[in-house]
């Protein structure tokens, strides 16, 4: 009898094996690797590691740290969030575009740029803002020290912000306002209706949104490394980036075991989102008797309130690229003048374009950047069919192991792909970045290929196969020409992460192949501003150059798509 092997059949399985090899073995080998002495003594199994990280005198305040951190971003990002949805659904204020942009454009500018950007505003010892207040009311001090706790809280809380925002909007857009209206009519304050009903319907988006973020601030190494180290302020990012990177010899063993501590927190806190997300059923206020959102006259309110909402836009927005760009041309931090714009010069940008690694780490950014998205792109098409599409316990596996990564803290998961690489040929070599780039952004191409897949009903795919069609024949010629806004939108987001990517680069990354995101920490390191501002433009400008092209393509292969339908 003649058996063929259904690719359909295969497809599962097979991904399942690349995905978990992509998520779960770096994960196993940090395992392995916190009971391990050395990077060249794996297998040889002790405790040691785990005794010397957690008696550490200094562990305590760094845990001390890291809680007060991710807890206060939390706050500031789901305040923030709270009351600019709040007045985007449910109030007249003008310009309601605006909204829209500082959900989208901030996640464009990379965290180290934005982070570098606030000292170079706010640094004690030349941050322009603290110059000018010194030139205009003759202080003998700097008023303003960002290498500070708290300022590592506000600057990462505003980069959480539109995450935190792309939560709220939605639940308060689709909040029903008649039970405040009944609470109104019931003689209820403002204050009272707010506390008592608003806020406790809308519980289940609000600590998710807090959740969510202290995961991401848990994870983040811009903010801790550019603000924190300078200041002597260390959480458990910059804490293991220290071990690996500063002393004698990096400890691999030992950074695995703090490593492990970080992870175990971030999966329980995703954990406890998805369950947060899963009950939020229990909170529906919207039935399918009929629905009518009200709006909020905020009458002599609405002006000053949309200032301030402009205000914000300007610090996320224009802020960062507009004082990066400036001090790119200047030679040394100061007030802008009649003397500073006497003095710019290309001179930081020649430099760059002068130097070896600068432009190495560009090629290797644009390398990664296209190429990388490409295979993540190509990878996320199948693993978001087989979720869609082929429904079953598989597929099901299929999907926790591609989201999986999301849960992981990236210089961790950047500790577990050492510990994966080494004993290989791809140890120190540019297509070790590219793996842990694929497996750490997965997520980012799943998901809306995912969102693409369920609009395509299935009858097309029926319809192939009845004349003959087989599933790649059929993912080639029908399926994938539907994908196509899916396809570009993942390709976009994958290819600007992997551009501006820095948590894990920064334990990957070898002699040869250094990447933007590293070069720009390594120039802030030795406080080369000039150079690092410049770059920092370079990097930005790439990225929008590759999402401007994509969509363009994007664009263009839809509409010959459907011009041959």
């Known amino acids: 009898m003649n058996r063929t092997l259904n690719p359909r059949a295969a497809l599962t399985p097979s991904l399942i094996v690349i995905v978990g090899l992509l998520t779960v073995c770096p994960v196993v080998m940090l395992i392995f690797g ?19 990280a957690y008696t550490d005198p200094a562990f305590a305040g760094i845990i001390v740290n890291t809680v007060i951190f991710t807890i206060g971003s939390a706050f500031v990002a789901t305040g923030l969030a709270l009351f600019l949805a709040y007045l ?26 934005f982070s570098v950007s606030w000292v170079l505003l706010l640094n004690p010892s030349n ?57 109104k009519i019931c003689g209820a304050s403002n204050l009272r209706t707010l506390t008592r009903v608003t806020l406790p319907v809308l519980r289940p988006a609000i600590l998710a949104s807090f959740i969510l973020v202290i995961v991401r601030s848990l994870a983040s190494f811009a903010v801790p490394s550019v603000i924190g180290m300078p200041g002597r302020i260390y959480v458990l990012a910059t804490h293991i980036y220290q071990i690996i990177a500063t002393g004698f010899a990096a400890d691999y063993g030992m950074a695995a075991a703090v490593g492990m501590s970080a992870l175990a927190a971030s999966i329980t806190l995703i954990y406890l989102y998805r369950y947060l997300t899963s009950e939020s059923e229990k909170y529906v206020t919207i039935s399918s008797r009929g629905y009518k959102p009200s709006v909020v006259d905020l009458k002599s309110a609405k002006y000053p309130l949309f200032g301030i909402v402009g205000i914000l836009s300007f610090v996320l927005i224009v802020l960062p690229v507009l004082v990066l760009f400036y001090i790119s041309l200047v030679p040394y931090s100061m007030v802008p003048s009649a003397k500073a714009f006497s003095m710019m010069s290309w001179g930081h940008w020649i430099e760059v374009l002068r130097d070896p690694i600068s432009l190495l780490s560009l090629r290797n950014s ?59 040929p ?41 004349c003959g069609g ?14 196509i806004p899916g396809v570009v939108s993942g390709w976009i987001l ?39 501002s410049a770059l920092g433009i370079m990097m930005i400008f790439i990225s929008t150059t590759l999402v401007v092209i994509a969509s363009l393509i994007g664009a263009r292969l839809t509409k010959v798509e459907t011009v041959s339908q």
Do not use: C
């Open 88 to 113: 985007n659904t449910r109030t007249n204020i003008p310009f309601k575009f605006l909204f829209r942009i500082l959900s989208i454009i901030p996640m464009m500018i990379p965290h180290i740029l």
């Open 470 to 483: 087989g599933t790649l024949y059929t993912l080639r010629r029908i399926i994938i020409p539907l994908l």
């Open 366 to 424: 644009v390398f990664l950047g296209i190429v990388g998205a490409s295979l993540g792109v190509t990878l996320s098409v199948f693993v978001a069919y087989v979720i869609v599409k082929i429904r079953t316990r598989a597929a099901g596996l299929l999907e926790s192991l591609s989201f999986l990564s999301f849960s992981f803290p990236g210089i961790v998961v950047g500790v577990g792909f050492m510990w994966f690489f080494v004993k290989t």
């Open 34 to 52: 916190s009971f391990s002495e050395g990077l060249g003594a794996f297998g040889s199994f002790t405790l040691e590691k785990y005794t010397q």
């Open 127 to 183: 941050g322009m803002i603290n110059l000018f207040l010194q030139e205009i009311f003759s202080l003998e001090g700097s008023p303003f020290n960002i290498y500070t706790l708290q300022g590592m809280i506000l600057v990462e809380g505003l980069l959480d912000l539109p995450i935190a925002y792309l939560i709220l909007a939605p639940a308060m857009a689709s909040f029903d306002v008649s039970f405040e209206e009944s609470s």
């Open 494 to 532: 994958m290819a600007t992460m992997f551009v501006r990517e820095l948590t894990l680069s920064v334990v990957l990354s070898r002699p040869g192949t250094e990447v933007l995101a590293v070069q720009i920490f390594r120039f802030a390191e030795d406080g080369l501003w000039g150079q690092l």
């Open 426 to 466: 791809l140890y120190a070599t540019i297509w070790a970045l590219l793996i842990g780039y694929i497996a750490t952004y997965l997520p980012y191409g799943v998901r809306p290929l995912t969102s693409a897949f369920v609009q395509i009903h299935s009858h097309l795919e029926e319809s192939s196969r009845v």
